[in-house]
């Protein structure tokens, strides 16, 4: 007999949240930049261009939501991404849509 599997709808409610939540441009560019290595606010602000006050309103919602961590060094806000389920949700994305920027990981060109 085949027995459907019901998911839980709490974990379609926090799965639907969290796909939102990288699906905004600045974000999904921001987790995209952290992919390559944990940045401080002024660096994403050059890489992407936008204002400080909408780029902190967005990597707040990210951290809220368990997606960022922050550290604070000094004068300085470090941003890395927090879950490693969301980098490889993102590696997905970019393999999909961004095929020429991924190097293939068994060394094969």
Do not use: W
């Not at 799965?15 to 905004?24: E, T």
């Not at 992407?48 to 990210?62: C, E, F, I, V």
């Not at 890395?80 to 389920?85: D, E, F, K, V, Y």
């Amino acid at each position: 007999m085949n027995e459907t599997i019901q998911i839980p709808e709490d974990r379609i409610k926090a799965a639907s949240q969290g796909l939102r939540a990288i699906a905004h441009e600045l974000r999904l560019s921001v987790l995209c930049l952290l992919l390559e290595r944990p940045m401080c606010v002024h660096e994403l602000i050059e890489a992407t261009g936008a204002a400080q006050s909408n780029l902190s309103q967005h990597l707040s919602k990210m951290r809220m939501l368990g997606i960022l961590e922050n550290e604070k060094r000094g004068q300085e806000v470090i941003y890395r991404i927090a879950n490693p389920a969301f980098a490889d949700l993102v590696h997905a994305l970019k393999f999909i849509y961004c095929p020429e920027m991924c190097v293939p990981s068994n060394g094969e060109g």
